[in-house]
Nanobody, 116 residues
């Protein structure tokens, strides 16, 4: 059974930092592209960042570029999202996503709250 478990969310002041983690089990981690999405109240889920398993390339939404960094630790089956200089508009539930052309798995999400 595939599981993606996110952690690291919480309350942070604007300008602060958080690091989210997503630990995967039940799948061959290094065969999946890993991504982060987020969903704020009343809004659609939106893409944040992804990390390609084949070559380690990364891609970011314009809204987070230069502030967020996605990385992967294959030994720990974990993908991270380092979030710096957080803004009020970054507040959302953040979801981990593992994808191949055959599969698409989601975690339950972790809440990030940004205060002014």
């Amino acid at each position: 059974q595939v599981q993606l478990v996110e952690s690291g969310g919480g309350l942070v002041q604007a300008g602060g930092s958080l690091r989210l983690s997503c630990t995967a089990s039940g799948l061959t981690f290094n065969q999946y592209t890993m991504a982060w999405f987020r969903q704020a109240p009343g809004k659609e889920r939106e893409f944040v960042a992804y990390h390609v398993h084949k070559d380690g390339s990364t891609y970011y939404a314009d809204s987070v570029k230069g502030r967020f960094t996605i990385s992967r630790d294959i030994a720990k089956n974990t993908v991270y999202l380092q979030m710096n200089n957080l803004k009020l508009e970054d507040a959302a539930v953040y979801y981990c996503n593992a994808i191949t052309i055959y599969d698409d798995y989601w975690g339950q999400g972790t809440q990030v709250t940004v205060s002014s």
